[in-house]
Structures are given as C-alpha cells and as structure tokens.
C-alpha cells in the first residue's frame, strides 16, 4: 500500500513538474517575442528620432537664431538682437493696419472681401526676411530685404515675391 501511496505521489510530482515546466515554459516564451516586439518598437522611435533631429537642424539652418555670424554683425553695431527680432516682425505686422486698398510693402490688392496680410515671417539672416502673406483665400510669399540705421530705424525693402495660383 505504501509502494502504490508513492508510486501515485510520484506521478503526481512529476505531473505537476511537467505542468509547470510547460506554463513556465510559455510565459518565457511570450516575453521573448514582447522583448523582441519593443526592441523592434525602439529601433523604429530611435530612427524616427534621427529623422527628426535631421529635420530640425534643417529647418534651424536658415533661420537668425542659429546664424553666430548674422548676430556677431548686429553685435559688432553694439544691436540687442533679443530686442530687434521682435521689432523687425512687429514692423512689418504693424503694415497689416494699413488704411484702403494697398498694403504698404505686398504687391497685390485683396481679390476677396478680406484685406489682404502678412501672415507668417521668418528672418534669415542680418539682411533678408521670407514672409507669407494672404487675404484668405489667395497666398503668396515675399522676399524682403531689410536695413537698421545707425539710429535703430528699420527699413523695408522688397525684393521679389510671387502669389500662388488656384487650382
């Protein structure tokens, strides 16, 4: 009687040890293939990652705030460039309160009931600017050229521009 007590111990024991063995068996298999998934997962955010540092520095390329040369020129004229960014876009958004029919630096009249404005600006470098301008239902862009006097006095000037067509 205690031979067949062991004997039904012993397969118990071993039946519990192959359940085990086959459950821990896939849990380990199924955090292998999620380890492999998120490795996956990481390559792709790290290479969308490289992406979009790449784009970055394109779009930072062209741009005053990372020009050192065109700030150490306003700098060598003794120029705050933290305040003269504000004030070369706010002086040409101050020309969108323009009174009647023409803007004072865009080219064309509004072609809706909407007059017609700069939009977006962004300042290249210690002499040019690209601005967008639009009366709401048209668009187009400037190239502006501009100039600070030894008094701190903006000047505009454009320089080429053109006005999309609708398709």
């Not at 490289?50 to 700030?71: P, Q």
């Not at 100039?147 to 006095?153: S, Y």
């Amino acid at each position: 009687m205690k031979s067949r007590l062991f004997m039904y111990l012993f397969i118990f024991a071993v039946l519990a040890i192959i359940f085990q063995y086959t459950n821990d068996k896939r849990i380990l298999d199924k955090y292998e293939k999620d380890i492999k998934t998120y490795k996956v997962k990481v390559a792709e955010l790290e290479d969308e990652r490289v992406k979009l540092n790449d784009k970055i520095y394109d779009l930072s390329y062209f741009n005053i705030e990372g020009n050192e040369e065109a700030l150490t020129y306003f700098e060598d004229q003794g120029i705050n460039t933290e305040e003269l960014l504000p004030k070369l876009k706010d002086g040409l958004l101050e020309m969108n309160a323009y009174q009647g029919v023409d803007h004072p630096i865009i080219p064309y009249a509004s072609m809706t009931e909407s007059k017609i404005i700069i939009d977006q600006i962004k300042v290249l470098n210690h002499k040019w600017i690209l601005a967008n301008f639009t009366d709401g239902k048209h668009w187009g862009e400037l190239f502006i050229n501009y100039e600070v006097n030894e008094e701190g006095k903006l000047s505009y000037k454009l320089t080429d521009y053109f006005l999309y067509p609708i398709n």
